[in-house]
């Protein structure tokens, strides 16, 4: 067996090795995920976060490797995964020490938007646009709540760029504190520019940028309806995300998908990839749109996603996300996390950029927080049935507060495994990678 990612060393050091029992039987623990390769079969437990490779001889008698029961990849036949998973948790969010500064900043510049897409969650709710006042006042609270760490931070809005002189002002009044920050972006990509494109880059220090695509150009232009006319908003966009590449910004290209636009999404992948080559600053992943939807529907969305994925992956695109989990999740997102706050235009302290005009538990002007919304957005969801045997579970984390989720499906599984075998061979096939490396530089040694 050869080791290619390590137990994590939380898991060791709650449960440490297990020990094999005389005549008892064993099983894969429920949280073990395989995956077939050239040298062997792969094997990820999403519990441990351990990754290993066995040999064809090992893989075909897996209840005999002792090191499998010694790593929990092997439990007995009457093992309670779901319980010791729960225990794990408890004890790791008891040993492992809160977060005591703020360095995941998630600021809103503006809530209004130059597009006009009929799934937005923000619709409907009144436009607030940050004030230099405002501006002032969160750089001031950055400084004052980092304790001197390295600080995150995310534009969003709205359309953040709507208000980019909020954004040369926040990044210059840090720059003046010697803060050290980096950037990243949630951008329709529409009002980049050539001049825009190097301020980020220099003063922004914006390190990548999410931008929509919706469809092929008939559809995209169509759902943005952006307020500018006389424009073809595909092909601009397309333009920026070109020039943004080439200034060594990154590029996540998010597909949009829904009923309406899942069948031009594999035209749309093929274009882009005439359009850009194999590009190592751009990425592309799919993400289904939110509501309400038959089962049938679902599992065809999920099926369709899934072969969009292997489209991807074979026009030689990495996936923004393609790392398996290396250490235990113990919350779902900067929501339940002490380290992340929103600041929406107005200076609103939130915890969530779905909730951009209720459910504040503070202001940047005070110390005061509201600890009953604080603990609302960590509250969990219950266990439905379908996780005492699902794969996903130790790391899957569903908050009652969460906007984006919604009741697991099959449909759902099947995909998410489906990313996890993909995941898994990447890895490996980093782990090769290196390990040639290592070995050529030995040899020039």
């Known amino acids: 067996m050869q080791e290619i990612i390590p137990t994590t060393s939380l898991v060791e050091q709650i449960v440490g090795i297990q020990k094999r029992t005389d005549g008892q039987p064993y099983r894969l ?41 010694e790593r929990w990849f092997l439990v007995p036949q009457a093992h309670d995964d779901q319980k010791l998973c729960r225990q794990i948790r408890q004890m790791a969010a008891l040993l492992k020490p809160a ?34 006042e405002t501006a002032d006042k969160v750089a001031r609270y950055i400084v004052t709540h980092r304790d001197d760490e390295k600080v995150k931070i995310s534009w969003f809005g709205g359309e953040p760029l709507v208000n980019a002189k909020v954004i ?21 990509g529409y009002l980049f520019d050539a001049d825009m494109v190097q301020r980020a880059k220099d ?31 595909f092909e601009r966009v397309l333009q920026n995300i070109a020039m943004l590449t080439a200034a060594g910004i990154r590029v996540s290209i998010r597909l949009n998908v829904d009923k309406h636009n ?37 599992a ?22 393609r790392e398996l989990q290396k250490d235990i999740s113990l919350n779902h997102c900067m929501a339940d996390g002490d380290g992340s706050v929103v600041i929406a235009p107005d200076g609103n302290l939130g915890k969530c950029e779905h909730y951009i005009d209720s459910n504040f538990f503070g202001h940047i002007d005070s110390e005061e927080h509201d600890k009953a919304v604080l603990r609302k957005f960590k509250e969990r969801r219950a ?55 290592e070995q050529d530089d030995e040899t020039e040694i």
Not at 34 to 56: F, K
Not at 203 to 228: C, F, M, P
Not at 263 to 287: C, K, P
Not at 300 to 316: R, S, V
Request: aromatic share 10%.
């Open 29 to 69: 623990m429920t949280y073990v995920v395989q995956q077939p390769v050239a040298d062997g079969v792969l094997l990820y437990n999403t519990l441990t976060c351990s990754l290993v490779l066995l040999t064809p001889d090992e893989a075909a008698d897996i209840t005999a490797q002792s090191e499998l029961i």
């Open 99 to 132: 977060a005591k500064a703020i360095t995941n900043y998630t600021i809103l510049t503006t809530t209004g938007c130059n597009a006009r897409c009929f799934y937005c969650y923000e619709k409907g709710t009144k436009p607030v646009t940050m004030t230099a």
């Open 168 to 188: 040369d002002q926040i990044c210059t009044e840090l720059r003046e504190q010697g803060v050290p920050f980096r950037s990243t972006m949630t951008s329709n």
């Open 203 to 233: 003063l922004w220090q914006l390190r990548s940028v999410q931008i929509t695509l919706d469809g092929t150009e008939q559809t995209y232009n169509r759902v943005k309806a952006y307020v500018h006319q006389g424009v073809n908003a």
């Open 262 to 298: 899942i069948g031009e999404m594999a035209e749309l992948v093929q274009l882009l990839h005439q359009r850009f080559g194999t590009n190592d600053y751009l990425s592309i992943y799919s993400h289904e749109l939110f509501g309400e939807r038959t089962p049938e529907d679902d």
């Open 300 to 321: 065809e969305i999920f099926a369709q996603q899934t072969q969009l994925a292997q489209q991807i992956a074979a026009c030689g695109y990495k996936n923004h996300k």
């Open 383 to 437: 266990d439905i049935d379908a996780c005492a045997t699902c794969f996903y579970y130790p790391q899957c984390i569903r908050l009652v507060m969460c906007a984006d989720e919604f009741d697991c499906t099959s449909g759902k599984q099947q995909y998410l495994l489906s990313k996890m075998k993909d995941t898994m061979k990447y890895e490996y096939e980093r782990y090769l990678h290196k390990n040639d490396k």
